[in-house]
């Protein structure tokens, strides 16, 4: 399909809208307790040499971005919001102001990509897995971790959440943008407000 030039404006229009939506992702304790968690797992499971290139994708203010480093990574981090960006580069991060729909890398860049609590933030998750797969090297890993719907937190109706899908949905997305599924994991625990639940999903580029 070849947009015509007012289609692509109305995008533009559309895709500055949600721009303007984000807001400044403050490291909290139980997101960095489980980021470590999960990454020690995911390194247990599927470990990575020194030196391998990886792309952290709505990395926040860089919880994720230091571990990599520490590993010997070469590792990148997107974000939309600036607070986010000045404050990763401030800590000698690279990271690019970029939209996880449209990455602004060669095909087959990276190692892994690690995306923690950012595809709910997408508007169209399945465009946005596909540029996640052309960006990844062949066999290479993708992290998803996203928040369940219909919990006590009711993330879905969080201003900014835009695809807070069931997990079968969120398993036949990935295989259909060419992702092989290596394991999924169910992430509970409590906050003030009850009960609550996160899924994780480790891949694999076919």
């Not at 400044?24 to 995911?42: M, R, V």
């Not at 203010?61 to 997107?78: E, H, K, M, V």
Request: hydrophobic content about 40%.
């Amino acid at each position: 399909m070849n947009l015509e030039p007012r289609q692509i404006e109305q995008l533009q229009q559309f895709l500055t809208r949600l721009e303007g939506e984000t807001y400044p992702e403050f490291p909290s304790q139980l997101h960095t307790d489980i980021t470590a968690q999960l990454l020690d797992h995911f390194r247990s499971q599927f470990p990575l040499a020194p030196g391998a290139r990886v792309l952290d994708v709505g990395c926040g203010q860089g919880p994720a971005l230091d571990r990599f480093q520490s590993l010997g990574w070469r590792a990148t981090g997107i974000a939309l919001n600036s607070e986010d960006v000045a404050m990763c580069r401030a800590k000698g991060h690279e990271v690019l102001p970029m939209d996880q729909s449209f990455l602004d890398f060669p095909d087959s860049s990276f190692d892994l990509i690690w995306c923690r609590h950012c595809l709910e933030h997408s508007f169209a998750p399945f465009f946005t897995l596909c540029g996640f797969a052309r960006v990844l090297r062949p066999q290479g890993y993708l992290y998803v971790e996203v928040p369940a719907p219909d919990t006590s937190c009711q993330h879905q109706t969080n201003a900014n959440h835009y695809s807070v899908l069931g997990k079968s949905m969120w398993i036949e997305l990935m295989k259909r943008a060419g992702f092989i599924i290596l394991e999924i994991l169910d992430i509970n625990f409590r906050v003030a407000a009850g009960p609550d639940t996160y899924w994780a999903f480790i891949l694999r580029r076919s």
